[in-house]
């Protein structure tokens, strides 16, 4: 799986992916991440990459011309990496044969991003983010480019990066080899809609608490059933929205 990261500020997003295990999932090879700086590709010469909004209000906006020059750089790039793989035969400036690649506009706009999202992303070969900056982007360039509009919550961060990040790493750790425990990723919160049971290591007491006793039993039926109700009752009592859409969806089954 190929990260390309869309911003203004390639050595924040590259410095906090690089170490843990996204880190080491891309010294193994399993993922690349890159990041191309917009900046590099504007045709002003003093290098600006915003202007005022037509209609007048508050801040800058970023021009369509460098994010659209930068993500056509970089699509070239997919595109010629995947000929020489004999992937695919020629690169095209046309747009809609171009959206093969999902492009990623991290935005508060967008849709707000869950596990689901990141399995899904996860299966991808190839993924663009493209990170705002200022008031946000003109939007004849997103229509062109933008395949996906995702927001990391519902509140206004400075820029795209960080959230660009977060998911960056929710869909990383999901890519088969990054996880040395593939099973980690199948039993943790959210995977199958509920939050995960509490867990206990080393020492058996800790400030005089001990640990459930179900767990020291070595009874694996019992202690399935044990965190399977210590699952369903943390996420009724943190996130009963949770709670509620996994009893709605259980009882739909039956
Ligand atoms: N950029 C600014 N705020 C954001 C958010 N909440 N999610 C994604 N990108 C953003």
Aim: charge should be negative; charged fraction near 25%.
């Amino acid at each position: 799986m190929h990260f390309h990261i869309m911003t203004l500020f390639p050595e924040m997003v590259l410095e906090g992916l690089h170490t843990s295990i996204i880190g080491r999932a891309q010294e193994r090879g399993i993922i690349s991440i890159d990041a191309e700086n917009i900046r590099d590709y504007t045709l002003d010469k003093h290098k600006k990459v915003d202007d005022y909004t037509y209609g007048g209000g508050a801040g800058m906006l970023m021009q369509a011309q460098p994010v659209y020059d930068c993500w056509k750089h970089i699509e070239e790039k997919i595109f010629m990496h995947r000929a020489s793989l004999g992937k695919c035969a020629t690169f095209t400036t046309n747009h809609e044969e171009a959206h093969k690649v999902r492009v990623i506009y991290v935005t508060p706009q967008g849709e707000v991003f869950k596990q689901k999202k990141a399995a899904q992303l996860a299966k991808e070969e190839d993924l663009i983010f493209l990170c705002g900056h200022y008031e946000g982007i003109d939007e004849r360039v997103l229509e062109e480019i933008v395949t996906d509009y995702i927001s990391l919550g519902d509140y206004v961060l400075t820029g795209g990066e960080l959230a660009a990040m977060v998911m960056i790493d929710a869909i990383a750790r999901l890519v088969p080899g990054v996880l040395n425990n593939g099973d980690s990723a199948a039993t943790e919160s959210h995977a199958n809609g509920l939050l995960e049971y509490p867990q206990y290591s080393r020492p058996e007491v800790w400030h005089g608490k001990g640990v459930p006793e179900v767990l020291l039993s070595g009874h694996h039926a019992n202690i399935e059933k044990w965190r399977w109700e210590q699952s369903l009752e943390r996420t009724k009592q943190r996130r009963p929205d949770l709670y509620e859409a996994y009893i709605v969806k259980e009882q739909d089954q039956d």
